[in-house]
């Protein structure tokens, strides 16, 4: 079993910044990419930003500049960097990973979400 427990989200007026994390644990013997995902009510799930296990990222256009993904491979966790936040990023973030559990099996595994809500 994996587990993805995320953390961080709350409300920021526009133009703070939050910084998220998501821990890892389980049965896990690699984690391979990670990537934070974001939805909001009535919109489709979108990636927001990816880092695979050997630091490579890449991010939504709406997101360059502002966001960071960067990662902790003895923590087994993700971590996203936000400022500069707009009313329109707010939504519930979740952490996904692509990882190889102990029995060698490649699955993916999901956080519980974590809301962010941006004032105006």
């Known amino acids: 079993q994996v587990q993805l427990v995320e953390s961080g989200g709350g409300l920021v007026q526009a133009g703070g910044s939050l910084r998220l994390s998501c821990a890892a644990s389980?049965?896990?013997?690699?984690?391979?990419?990670m990537g934070w995902y974001r939805q909001a009510p009535g919109k489709q799930r979108e990636l927001v930003a990816a880092i695979t296990s050997g630091g490579y990222t890449n991010y939504e256009d709406s997101v360059k500049g502002r966001f960071t993904i960067s990662r902790d491979n003895a923590k087994n966790t993700v971590y996203l960097q936000m400022v500069s936040l707009k009313v329109e990023d707010t939504a519930v973030y979740y952490c996904n990973a692509d990882l190889i559990n102990t029995w060698g099996r490649r699955i993916g595994s999901w956080g519980q979400g974590t809301q962010v809500t941006v004032s105006s």
């Open positions: 389980g049965s896990i013997r690699r984690l391979n990419d």
